[in-house]
């Protein structure tokens, strides 16, 4: 399942760090290959990671304010707080699925717990 974070409204021309998020992914999994070769819109920059529950991937819209992640759920919601602690406290950040079968808003300070409290609640 492929689940997004994305930063919702205007970002005032706000982007991520993209070294700061290779950081935190790489500080979570040893195992991880990075792909910059822009491959498209939604693929300007991937990270292949192996997991706890196997392989999986992240990739970042060529924006910057979005990030799609092909993940088990609790890795996806580790990934949404990351989004979070590194886009300004003023950007609302929605964490989703693909589907849309939830939307959930991830306030600034937000734990993993809480936010998986409320995508277990809406979904």
């Known amino acids: 399942m492929t689940f997004l974070a994305v930063v919702e409204g205007d970002v005032g021309g706000w982007r991520i760090d993209r070294d700061a998020l290779t950081d935190a992914i790489r500080a979570r999994w040893s195992e ?27 990739y ?31 950007l609302d950040l929605v964490f989703c699925d693909e589907g849309y079968t939830f939307d959930v808003r991830v306030r600034a300070g937000m734990t993993e717990a809480e936010l998986t409290d409320l995508v277990n609640a809406v979904g």
Do not use: Q
């Not at 290959?33 to 999986?56: C, F, K, Q, Y």
């Open 60 to 90: 970042l819209h060529e924006d910057g304010t979005c990030l799609y992640m092909d993940v088990w759920e609790e890795d996806a919601i580790w990934l949404a707080i990351v989004f979070r602690r590194l886009a300004p406290m003023s």
């Open 32 to 58: 991880v290959a990075i792909d910059s070769m822009h491959r498209g819109e939604v693929r300007s920059l991937t990270w292949e990671i192996e997991t706890e529950n196997g392989p999986g991937e992240a």
